[in-house]
């Protein structure tokens, strides 16, 4: 829009003799669109005196300035030294113009459209003090609103249908503005200018309370209090969020926790637990003063914390046998609400079946979880872009993202060489996420989750097409892991052969090491350790404790775990008392393991367990694995931690805990694992856990006392590794390493002797970051090409 001159100080006027005068265009991209960047350009400019006019478009904002050289460069250099908050300027291009004469005012005009989409899409953003403040108070109209939002606040990916960033491309364009609303979207220095779901109650969405299947219980203010009432009485709710409906009850109550449990046929998986306030959370849980600040960020992510036994306060079942718990604070207006009239702790996870994406539509509730649900709490402000909740945690007081989502993505990367054809990675079949690049972006999007469901593979396809429209994303290039039966393999396998473009496949730990370089944009050669549950290996087994010395042109694998059974295949993943039972064959027979009268076998039948040893014996049905993540399962269960996986990464929670419930003192109990030629003996590691498991008889804290000697013997072994390669960075990834305990304590001795370790980042080092590295390996493998 035009400002009026009556909006313009006379303090824009141009003093300077026209002779003096100077004109420039700057073009500025990054995250630059809905985060108050045009207001900001607007108000410098006028405090500045500068002439001129800026405006958003695909590439990012355009900004023309004219005015004296000495106020150009003041302007210039608080844009890139301090920008708006929530922006971030990846480059900042410079043209010299023509001065126009009598040039007055500084104008924002409308938004112009451009082929080739290249401004980064900002995350969405957590409620902020000022429309908090509006929400609470009695006579400003925004007052109990649960959609109050501003420049500095609110949805963003969730709600955006194309670029730029205007209110007629997002889920907002029903709603007609009210006067009021109107006039605040068109003021430049008001802080809800073109904040584009700006809306109050006149004007904007509204809530409705339903039954779970669909008929119309309360509207408005009336759906709020009644939703309280019914999560007071013990109920299960689901709850539409940004990025889609969490269902919902009170943490303290233990028969609701319960009752959700078996409705959701989710036994053991924790549950994430929303508190109302910093006070709350501090009674739940015990933190460092970074781990609160993170608690309290702007992206409000599921924050790890070590828990707090609190009986009157958190229902046991919400983690049970979990030492840790998912903490996070209110980051809509409706979540702020609800909490403050609950003021208990409430779980909140994502609705979904299990192993689905999450629900977005009330449609979708009432389908597939009405028998779970009492009650919808619905509005009517489509979510178009499916976003979860993000999970992170600190490691000493370093950020750890484990599922990158709502706050944190799409997370955009800058690139400071330029990809020149649009490529797309895929990622992997667990935790997906797709990468995209082009120009100077190479952008990761938020969790998509396991692809073992045609609802999953649908929103692959949808996460795909959203990108497609937002950045008119066609790829030339494909990239994808090496396991031919993974959903994103056959599908871009499909797509190279229909479109004729390039497919290329990235295996699967190298990409895990390739996250991480990319994460911090780094091409040089690295000392890798990949440590995860599986992956497709060279030999067409399936690796997961790996070495390698890599570089962004390839990888030599120079050390790996002893491969060990999976008798049945993924039955010993589900089941893996059959790990732990096949590392135990190799050196005792049936019989003898029987008389070490161990707690996990003690459920199965004499019969079974000589049927397994057949199998074993006969390398009949099994598979061959090096994977750190199935020897956690195999220690967990001989330690009678567990003897079924109920949920993903299970056992190296539940040996952190028994780990850090020993004493912090130096550990009496110490394991090696030998190197032979490039191999850490399993074997010789297993024998010298079984020999302490005589501290059964003498040491309460026997369980953790192994499992901690266990994760040392870990860390040990690859410092010593490392030791050899000192002069190289050292890459810890892989989902194994969101073991806190493992992590820390590597880290701290590499650190020690002051050998670097590169940092993921945000980028998840789990399968969430393989995608990035796939992407990081196939635009240098096009850069390699083009040069020769």
């Not at 420039?24 to 405090?47: C, D, N, S, W």
């Not at 040893?613 to 009678?640: E, M, N, P």
């Not at 892989?734 to 980028?763: A, C």
């Amino acid at each position: 829009m035009t400002i009026t001159p009556s909006q313009r100080s006379s303090a824009q006027a141009q003093t300077a003799p026209q002779a003096s005068l100077h004109r420039v265009k700057l073009l500025v991209t990054g995250i630059v669109q809905g985060v108050g960047f045009r207001p900001f350009v607007y108000r410098l400019a006028h405090e500045l005196g500068l002439s001129g006019l800026t405006f958003n478009h695909s590439l990012g904002v355009t900004i023309e300035l004219q005015g004296a050289s000495a106020q150009l460069a003041q302007f210039i250099a608080t844009l890139t030294q301090t920008p708006p908050p929530l922006a971030r300027i990846d480059s900042v291009t410079q043209e010299t113009m023509a001065p126009i004469p009598n040039s007055q005012g500084f104008e924002i005009i409308q938004s112009q459209a451009s082929e080739g989409a290249q401004v980064a899409v900002s995350a969405d953003k957590s409620c902020c003090e000022d429309c908090l403040n509006e929400i609470k108070d009695p006579h400003n109209r925004h007052f109990r609103y649960p959609f109050t939002n501003c420049t500095n606040c609110g949805p963003r990916y969730t709600l955006i249908n194309a670029l730029p960033y205007d209110r007629p491309n997002t889920s907002m364009a029903k709603f007609s503005l009210c006067e009021q609303c109107a006039e605040a979207y068109g003021d430049p220095l008001n802080r809800r200018y073109h904040a584009q779901p700006v809306s109050c109650p006149n004007c904007g969405p509204q809530l409705t309370l339903t039954t779970p299947n669909g008929q119309a219980i309360a509207h408005r203010d009336a759906a709020l209090d009644r939703c309280v009432a019914l999560l007071q009485q013990g109920d299960i709710v689901a709850i539409k969020g940004l990025g889609g409906f969490h269902l919902v009850c009170d943490a303290s109550n233990h028969q609701a926790v319960m009752r959700l449990r078996d409705r959701k046929q989710r036994p053991a998986k924790p549950f994430a637990v929303m508190c109302s306030d910093l006070n709350m959370a501090k009674t739940l849980a015990k933190a460092s003063e970074a781990e609160w600040q993170l608690l309290c960020s702007a992206e409000r992510p599921i924050t790890l914390l070590e828990r707090i036994d609190s009986p009157s306060l958190l229902s046991p079942g919400v983690a049970p046998d979990i030492d840790r718990l998912g903490l996070f604070l209110p980051y809509t207006p409706l979540h702020h609400l609800l909490l403050s009239q609950l003021q208990r702790p409430l779980v909140a996870t994502s609705a979904n079946r299990s192993g689905e994406p999450i629900i977005t539509q009330s449609v979708g509730i009432q389908n597939q979880l009405a028998g779970v649900v009492d009650a919808i709490l619905d509005h009517d402000r489509a979510i178009l872009n499916g976003c979860d909740d993000s999970v992170v945690q600190m490691i000493d007081d370093e950020l750890q993202v484990i599922r990158l989502a709502r706050g944190y993505a799409p997370l955009t990367l800058h690139w400071q060489d330029s990809v020149k054809e649009h490529t797309l990675a895929v990622g992997a079949q667990q935790k997906n996420s797709l990468a995209f690049g082009f120009g100077h972006n190479l952008v990761l999007s938020p969790h998509i989750g396991d692809l073992f469901s045609l609802e999953a593979e649908h929103y692959f396809t949808d996460t795909l097409a959203t990108f497609s429209r937002l950045y008119q994303f066609t790829p030339r290039y494909v990239v994808s892991d090496r396991h031919p039966d993974y959903a994103p393999t056959r599908w871009a396998r499909d797509y190279a052969a229909e479109q004729a473009c390039h497919h290329s496949q990235v295996q699967h730990h190298y990409a895990h090491i390739l996250s991480v370089m990319a994460a911090q944009q780094y091409t040089g050669k690295v000392l890798g350790f990949s440590f995860d549950g599986t992956g497709l290996g060279d030999d067409k087994q399936l690796w997961g404790g790996e070495v390698m010395l890599a570089d962004v042109k390839g990888y030599r694998r120079i050390a790996h775990l002893q491969p060990m059974a999976l008798i049945g295949h993924e039955q010993a993943i589900n089941d893996p008392r059959r790990i732990m039972l096949a590392l135990l064959f190799e050196q005792h027979s049936p019989e003898a393991i029987a008389a070490l009268n161990l707690p996990a076998i003690q459920g199965m039948s004499p019969l079974l367990i000589q049927n397994l040893y057949q199998l074993w014996r006969k390398d009949v049905a099994i598979h061959q694995t090096s994977s750190i993540g199935r020897l956690f399962d195999a220690l967990a269960c001989l330690l009678g931690l567990m003897t079924r996986t109920q949920f993903e990464g299970q056992a190296g929670m539940l040996l952190e805990g028994a780990a850090n419930r020993v004493a912090s003192e130096p550990a009496p109990l110490r394991f090696t694992l030998p190197l032979v030629e490039g191999v850490w003996q399993t074997d010789h590691l297993w024998q010298q856990i079984l020999n302490a498991m005589s501290l059964r008889d003498n040491a309460p804290q026997w369980q953790g006392l192994i499992a901690r000697a266990f994760m040392d013997c870990l860390a040990d072994a690859i410092d010593s590794l490392a030791r050899e390669h000192a002069h190289l960075p050292v890459v810890l990834t892989g989902g194994v390493f969101q073991n806190r305990y493992l992590l820390k304590h590597t880290q701290r001795r590499l650190k020690q002797r002051n050998q670097q370790v590169l940092s993921p980042k945000q980028v998840p080092v789990n399968d969430g970051g393989i995608a990035l590295g796939q992407l990081w390996h196939e635009i240098h493998r096009q850069r390699s090409a083009a040069k020769q």
